[in-house]
């Protein structure tokens, strides 16, 4: 299994296009110039190729969801080393960039209709483009037949469907995951990870996603980007060689599916107490 941990630079298809982002030792130190500097992240250099999806595991603390804020140009504070997302330095409101987190973030006053419109409405699209578009999104993630209920009336499975909807109606060609499912029972989990699938498939985004949960990062992804404990240094960059599409279910009878988990544990196992 020596070759799964090999880097490749650019990743699977499309090799040849300029990368979608870019990571070249990027270091974020929090609190430079206080008594309570932390390095959170050391180092990081990886890339994404246009349309790959790629999953970002590593022990809690080790500068995941820090690694998405820089790429979004949300932080106060500024890194070391160079990003990039599409060729260009992040910046705030960038709307080549959507992101999801792990609470769906529904405004509990607007119908799942209004909600899923409702990045669309920030970005300025005209009223009955967004909401053509919205139905047409909660269409592709089951919900329909709700687009009239509010959040109260969903269950959390279908807020976040809602909240998918939200992120894939805005068109933007990145996509920034922080554990959207991480707050989900197992089954309902495996179902949005294969509505994510479809959705990926169908619109093609460039997806960084971060988990906690080994069978979801291989399920997903084209590769894993395995970062050890804090400071957060990257361990490896494991190419996910299984055939697509990919049912999330039927892969956990599929014996490579498990070595890739064996693996990836591992990887973790090893950076844990690098601190
Ligand atoms: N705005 C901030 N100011 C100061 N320190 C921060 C800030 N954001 C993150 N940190 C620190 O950076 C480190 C990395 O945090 P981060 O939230 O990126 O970790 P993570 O890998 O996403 O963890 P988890 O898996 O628990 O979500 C932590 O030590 C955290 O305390
Ligand atoms: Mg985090």
Known sequence: MNDMAAARPNGAPGAAAAPAIELNDLTMRF?????????????????????????????????????????????????????????????????????????????PWRSALGNAAFGMEVRGVPKKERERHALELLKEVGLGDFADKYPKALSHGMRQRCALARTFALDSPVLLMDEPFGALDAQTKLTLEDVLMRLWSAHRKTVVFVTHDLAEAIALSDRVVVMSARPGRMIADVPIDLPRPRSVRKLQSDHRFHEYYAHLWGLLEQGVGDE
């Open 31 to 107: 609190g430079v110039g206080t008594a309570s500097t932390v390095l959170a992240v050391d180092r990081v250099s990886f890339s994404l190729a246009p349309g790959e999806f790629v999953s970002l595991i590593g022990p809690s603390g080790c500068g995941k969801t820090t690694i998405l804020n820089l790429l979004t140009g949300l932080l106060a504070e500024e890194p070391e080393g160079d990003v990039r997302v599409l060729g260009k330095p992040p910046s705030a409101g960038n709307p080549d960039i959507a992101y999801m987190l792990a609470r769906d973030s529904l405004l």
